[in-house]
């Protein structure tokens, strides 16, 4: 599988911004997430979603603002980012694993990074 993640950009503070993975080879079955790595810190996970759908999971720093869905017919998850703060500024990554998990550990396949920089 290989994933090519775009979008990232320069927004103001409570403004929006979508990205995108879009992936190529075998999807079905798989679960795909974004992660995230702010300078000088750790990846942490942003969100899921089962790539057949019925299932999404959030990291609670973006429940509520953040929206992961997907597009089978392009092979495209996208990340909705709304209210963006300060604090969502990270290069961002796409990638997929077989099971169900927010663990980078168990993500197989990863996508290049897409930075996104919120200003005040």
């Known amino acids: 599988v290989q994933l090519q993640a775009f979008g990232g950009g320069l927004v103001q503070a409570g403004g929006s911004l979508r990205l995108s993975c879009a992936a190529s080879?075998?999807?079905?079955?798989?679960?795909m997430g974004w992660f995230r790595q702010a300078p000088g810190k750790e990846r942490e996970f942003v969100a899921a979603?089962?790539?057949?759908?019925?299932?999404?999971y959030y990291a609670d720093s973006v429940k509520g603002r953040f929206t992961i869905s997907r597009e089978n017919s392009n092979n495209t998850v996208f990340l909705q980012m709304n209210s963006l703060k300060l604090s969502d500024t990270a290069v961002y990554y796409c990638?997929?694993?077989?099971?169900?998990?927010?663990?980078?550990?168990?993500?197989?396949?990863w996508g290049q990074g897409t930075l996104v920089t919120v200003s005040s």
């Open positions: 990638a997929t694993a077989g099971v169900i998990s927010s663990a980078q550990s168990d993500y197989e396949y």
């Open positions: 979603i089962r790539w057949s759908g019925g299932w999404r």
């Open positions: 080879g075998r999807t079905f079955g798989r679960y």
